[in-house]
Nanobody, 123 residues
Framework: QVQFVESGGGLVQAGDSLRLSCATS????????MAWFRQAPGKEREFVAA????????YYADSVKGRFTISRDNVKNTVYLQMNSLKPEDTAVYYC????????????????WGQGTQVTVSS
């Protein structure tokens, strides 16, 4: 069973930047479409960004477009989420997710999930 571990979360002020990482010991990261989702208290899990297996295609939620960048290093078996110009409304637990087939924003299509990392943005 492939496992993903997120890191890089923390407490920052509005306008600051953070870079999240999602690593796996599985050497077949290139087999997976990867995505980031987030979930704030009392809210449903929402799509943030996705990246194709090769990294050639990316897609973002409108709320983060222009501020967040998803990338991947298939040699290092790691996916990243660079978050700039953070806002208090970005506060959430951030999860990376993987699936072998679909380049999609639907969380139910992702079969593999990390444990999440907390991002808190103070105003």
């Amino acid at each position: 069973q492939v496992q993903f571990v997120e890191s890089g979360g923390g407490l920052v002020q509005a306008g600051d930047s953070l870079r999240l990482s999602c690593a796996t010991s599985d050497r077949t990261l290139s087999s997976y479409v990867m995505a980031w989702f987030r979930q704030a208290p009392g809210k449903e899990r929402e799509f943030v960004a996705a990246i194709s297996r090769s990294g050639g295609s990316t897609y973002y939620a409108d709320s983060v477009k222009g501020r967040f960048t998803i990338s991947r290093d298939n040699v290092k078996n790691t996916v990243y989420l660079q978050m700039n110009s953070l806002k208090p409304e970005d506060t959430a637990v951030y999860y990376c997710a993987a699936n072998r087939i679909l380049f999609t924003t639907r969380p139910e299509e992702y079969g593999y999930w990390g444990q999440g990392t907390q991002v808190t943005v103070s105003s």
